[in-house]
């Protein structure tokens, strides 16, 4: 079938929440995603029905993203508690400009080890509160386009496949 003379659809892809081209009006065209501390790569709602059509790989990347938020609030609650600490701490290394070195926790003085546990309950607080985010604002997209039509691509969408 000639493709130039039949209109492409664009739907939402169900991982991501992006607008895609659609591959024969069904399967979102596959693409990267970032979300940092969670999603890289390829999107797992490449190849997958639009969100207008079904919600369940959105369905299920929601619940496992917020069970995972659960499990590094527990994380952030050891560290605060001194029941857990990093393994390693990467630190700048003053011989090398721009450079890190990874010492053990053991080799550490009291301050940075103070210091890592610190910047690590921090960095995990990022990490919850941009997933919880990522995650609520998937749910409200979903909610908002799940049952509408699919959108027609314009033309320069359209060329980008050619």
Partial sequence: MNRSKRR???GHCQMCGQEYLLV????VLVHEVHVPG????Y?????????????GITDFAVADMLQNCERLRGKIDDLRNALIHPATVALP????KGRTRHLRW???SEQQQDDAVR?????????VAGGEKFARDIKARAASVHGLPLMDADRSEQAQTA
Avoid: F
């Fill in 93 to 96: 290394d003053t011989e090398a």
């Fill in 119 to 127: 910047l690590e309950i921090v960095r995990l607080e990022k990490q």
């Fill in 43 to 55: 999107c797992a709602g490449s190849n997958a029905a639009p969100m207008e059509k079904r919600h």
């Fill in 38 to 41: 969670w999603l890289e790569g």
């Fill in 24 to 27: 024969d009006d069904d399967l």
């Fill in 106 to 108: 053991e080799d550490l």
């Fill in 8 to 10: 492409m659809k664009k």
